[in-house]
């Protein structure tokens, strides 16, 4: 998928700004290798990499990599896949923010994630839960349905697995689960088009066919589908569920 990241960085940077929590789970330390896994334009590995870590990010997008450089010239940053990547040494961390809810093959992510590690190495993410953005996915649809797009709307861009699915996962590949969480974060969307502004950002794929007069009329019936659950005192919400884990590779 082709990322917009004028649009990622101007009207979904709450993307960078939860991430600071992580960051917190992660308590980078001087002189540590931490993998930044999926780190989109790089504001994550930039507030890493203050800490005095030797931050190395990766993202699947040449276009979010090409913006990471430009940004932050004194990191390293290289395209790379999240279930297919290796590097010559081993890492102290790996960290993940908003990134492996979009990689299906799961298990080779975890796979990859655990052989970066040193032995003891941590790793430390967020991403989408079980019931992620589950009124809008539901709304999309079932619009597209409506309108006779029944491929796009059966389309699976994400995994959103439950806690113990996850930690099981983790726990079979070899690392111990010290601290999980699943629950639900309700994130504000700018603007008054932010709704159809999320949706044209992270579900394009389920666009990619249509024309524009198609595409705007898509999107502003998902906005009404939604309006009740997801507009409350003037502003859009995104009905975020999300997964934090801290794991260890023994």
């Known amino acids: 998928m082709k990322w917009n990241t004028n649009l990622y960085d101007q009207k979904h940077d709450f993307v960078s700004g939860y991430g600071k929590d992580v960051i917190k789970l992660l308590a980078p330390e001087k002189g540590?290798?931490?993998?930044?896994?999926?780190?989109?334009?790089?504001?994550?590995?930039?507030?890493?990499?203050?800490?005095?870590?030797?931050?190395?990010?990766?993202?699947?997008?040449?276009?979010m990599i090409k913006r990471a450089r430009e940004k932050y010239p004194h990191i390293e940053f290289m395209v790379a896949s999240a279930d297919n990547f290796s590097f010559g040494k081993k890492m102290d961390a790996v960290f993940s923010n908003a990134t492996l809810h979009w990689v299906l093959e799961k298990e080779k992510a975890v796979d990859c994630i655990y052989n970066s590690l040193k032995k003891g190495g941590r790793f430390v993410a967020e991403f989408g839960g079980k019931g992620n953005v589950g009124n809008i996915v539901s709304a999309l649809r079932s619009t597209l349905e409506k309108h006779g797009y029944v491929d796009l709307a059966q389309k699976q861009l994400w995994y959103f697995p439950s806690l113990s699915e996850y930690a099981f996962l983790l726990e079979t590949k070899g690392f111990r689960v010290e601290w999980a969480s699943h629950f639900d974060r309700d994130t504000p969307l700018k603007d008054n088009d932010g709704m159809k502004n999320w949706i044209y950002m992270f579900g394009k794929s389920f666009l990619e066919t249509l024309d524009d007069s198609i595409t705007e009329q898509i999107l502003s019936e998902v906005e009404e589908k939604v309006r009740p659950t997801n507009f409350k005192d003037n502003q859009w919400y995104a009905d975020y569920v999300r997964l934090r884990v801290v794991a260890v590779k023994q």
């Open 32 to 63: 540590e290798d931490i993998l930044d896994l999926g780190c989109g334009t790089g504001d994550l590995a930039e507030i890493i990499s203050q800490t005095g870590a030797n931050v190395l990010g990766i993202d699947s997008s040449e276009e």
